[in-house]
T-cell receptor
């Protein structure tokens, strides 16, 4: 297994509340990614990180922020959740072997429902 | 901007039928290409990958894919599908030496009739 865990796995919250999803890896990989999965849209990149305190935006970053204060943890925060952020969120690590390959290993996903 | 298109959104086949799922990407430089599979209720798992070399790559469970650079395509194939192949399939593209983003297609939901 890739040694990647997400928490919480399920969360129901109300509009306007802050939410933080955590992604934890045990393998010390440099790159970590957050995607959201929605029917008809596939996986869309929210943010990614290329090292401690180094992050960049993806396709759908509005309404989301991220932080990476240590290699093993990549946090995704919804400052004020909206119903449009109801989704399944996947964290992934990029396990580069002998160079940048782009091969990803995914966590189990976090299902977020915003009422 | 880099993008990935999957032509078929929903495919229904009978067991033993042959499968081909289309994938096209829109980046002119060097790319690494992937197919991932997501079984119902599970996370994405790597099915196969292309980095360089032989454009015909083989993955797990009898799947294969062919990289055709002139067509910017990376189609997934399987000669004879099984009921257990029912899943959603995603094509993904990583532009080597350009940026660190890995872009996915919208997915193809495959339903195999027993």
């Amino acid at each position: 297994d890739a040694g990647i865990t997400q928490s919480p796995r399920h969360k129901v919250t109300e509009t306007g509340t802050p939410v933080t999803l955590r992604c934890h890896q045990t393998e010390n990989h440099r790159y970590m990614y957050w995607y959201r999965q929605d029917p008809g849209h596939g996986l869309r990149l929210i943010h990614y990180s290329y090292g401690v305190k180094d992050t960049d935006k993806g396709e759908v970053s509005d309404g989301y922020s991220v932080s990476r204060s240590k290699t093993e943890d990549f946090l995704l925060t919804l400052e004020s959740a909206t119903s449009s952020q109801t989704s399944v969120y996947f964290c992934a690590i990029r396990r580069d072997r002998g160079g940048s390959t782009g091969e990803l290993f995914f966590g189990e996903g976090s299902r977020l429902t915003v009422l | 901007a880099q993008s990935v298109s999957q032509h078929n959104h929903h495919v229904i086949l009978s067991e033993a039928a042959s499968l081909e799922l289309g994938c096209n990407y829109s980046y002119g430089g060097t790319v690494n290409l992937f197919w991932y599979v997501q079984y119902p209720g599970q996370h994405l798992q790597l099915l196969l990958k292309y980095f360089s070399g032989d454009p015909l790559v083989k993955g797990i469970k009898g799947f294969e894919a062919e990289f055709i650079k002139s067509k910017f395509s990376f189609n997934l194939r399987k000669p004879s599908v099984q009921w257990s192949d029912t899943a959603e399939y995603f094509c993904a593209c990583f532009s080597v030496n350009r940026d660190d983003k890995i872009i996915f297609g919208k997915g193809t939901r495959l339903h195999i009739l027993p």
